[in-house]
């Protein structure tokens, strides 16, 4: 850091003071809140797919190991549904409209919604949705930059997550399929 912190808290103060139906957006925020606010709409999509994806492999978990994979992958849809309301939370913040209808859901999420045929088909599915959150939430968080800390804060969070599901699910999948001889099979 250069030289000592100097701020003018007057004008902060009257700033504050003269746009308050603004919320917690400030003369400080500096992204384009109207495509932040776009981006983040696809985020909610892309969690809120994730999560209905393994409500369902949580449901159709079948097979000998399917208590445990069907386990961890309700624990995934309740933090993939945590994800999806922190960022719903954060839309309304920034003066938005969480977008939460089904009709372009699929068209508005990153990942795609695939259902599976077996339980190795559904971990290989989800591995694949959590490798594209991974990758276009990290796009995002190098976009926002300082712009918009709020929100890169967040999504470095919650790619916290999507990379420890992506984690949990390759050792899922190898101790799986090692279990079961190397057939794909469930």
Known sequence: MA?????????????ARAHMEEGAVTAGYRANRD????VLNEVLATETVCTLRYKRHYF?????????????????ANEEQ???????????QLGGEPDLNPAGL???SHAQYVEGDTII????????????????????????GNDDPTSR???EGIL??????????????SQYEEGTGGQLAA
Request: charge should be negative; charged fraction near 30%.
């Open 3 to 15: 030289g000592e912190f100097v701020s003018d808290i007057e004008a902060i103060r009257q700033r």
């Open 35 to 38: 495509q932040v606010i776009k």
């Open 60 to 76: 159709m978990a079948r097979g000998i190991h399917a208590e445990a994979v069907g386990q961890e992958f309700l624990q995934h």
């Open 82 to 92: 945590g994800h999806a309301d922190e960022v719903a939370h954060r839309i309304v």
């Open 106 to 108: 699929a068209q508005r």
């Open 121 to 144: 088909d559904m971990m290989k599915e989800d591995l694949v949705a959590e490798r594209i959150a991974i990758e276009s939430y990290s796009e995002i968080i190098r976009w926002l």
């Open 153 to 155: 804060v967040m999504l």
């Open 160 to 173: 916290r997550v999507e990379e420890e599901h992506a984690d949990d699910l390759i050792t899922l999948l």
